[in-house]
């Protein structure tokens, strides 16, 4: 880890709680703690904090209202939402409006808390340093990308053709056509549809993000499962979950932030980094020699792609 000790924000109405992650985080990092969602937002604002571990269910600030305006104020600082409950509004809100790096349930793990803290702190405390701040806060996007809509419904397809404006939409209605799509063309941002009658399409965009860490996903799916959605913030970095049937202004919104995104992410390469996933049990290796070479030429695209 850096020299710079990483400054480690925690933010619970429960003083154990926080008593409990001061203890966990003090000989590694810098810990603040707080009670008050706008107490930590000024805490936010008036000095750099790397790392806001934030609860969810709070009487003054919901978790995710915090971790909003925790990123519209210091874009750079990693947030990691914690809570004892699988709600699904929280987590799609965690998401679409928080971008968090992980949602972490309680009881938590020790170890893999502070493993993932410390992740997290690495990545802010490059993201802190003067270059890579002015890409993160603000890029323009290149005049025309390459959008990817995997979806059997052909509705989801012209939906974001209407919207993508003069970016090039692919589609594929199932998972190979489209890895064959991936490792032919630089994409920018995949809409895909988590059910499918045959494939595994959240595994597959958990080893995407893996393969091709700059490519943005975009979830849609009619499915109200919580788990299955904190498996993808973990192991995928959707970047937007969107319930079906899709809303158009939703979608729009998505698709604009995604491409803006994505320019950050080509103007400082090392950003990608804030989009690290854990390990997925999804393992491209069962597949067969021809999904596998897919996998091999996304991977160097990806690669390419970083040192580009």
Known sequence: MSAERATVLCVDDE???????????????????????????????????????????????????????????????????????????????SVNEGEIFRYIEKPWQQQYLLGVV???????????????????????????????????????????RELAGPHDVLHADAIEPALALLSEHEIAVVVAELVHRRDDVAG???????YSPATLTIATSPLRDARSLIALINQGQVFRFLPKPLSRELLRRGLDA???????????????????????????????????????????????????
């Open 15 to 93: 003083e154990r709680i926080l008593r409990s992650l001061r203890m966990l985080f003090r000989t590694q990092f810098d810990v603040l703690t707080t009670t008050s969602g706008t107490e930590a937002l000024r805490l936010v604002e008036s000095r750099p904090v790397h790392v806001v571990v934030s609860d969810q269910r709070m009487p003054e600030m919901l978790g995710v209202d915090l971790l909003r305006r925790v990123r519209e104020a210091s874009p750079a600082t990693m947030r990691l939402l914690l809570t004892g409950y699988a709600d699904l509004p929280a987590i799609v809100a």
């Open 118 to 160: 410390e992740q997290a702190a690495n990545v802010a405390l490059r993201g802190f340093a003067p270059a890579p701040v002015a890409p993160l806060l603000s890029a323009v996007a290149p005049a025309a990308l390459k959008l990817l809509v995997i979806d059997e419904d052909l509705a989801t397809l012209q939906r974001v």
């Open 204 to 210: 597959a965009l958990k080893t995407l993000k893996q």
């Open 258 to 308: 995604a491409v803006a995104h994505y320019a950050r992410l080509k103007a400082a390469p090392a950003l990608t980094q804030r989009h690290a996933v854990e390990q997925a049990k999804f393992e491209p290796m069962s597949l067969s020699a021809r999904l596998l070479d897919y996998w091999r030429r996304i991977r160097e695209n990806g690669r390419a792609q970083k040192v580009a």
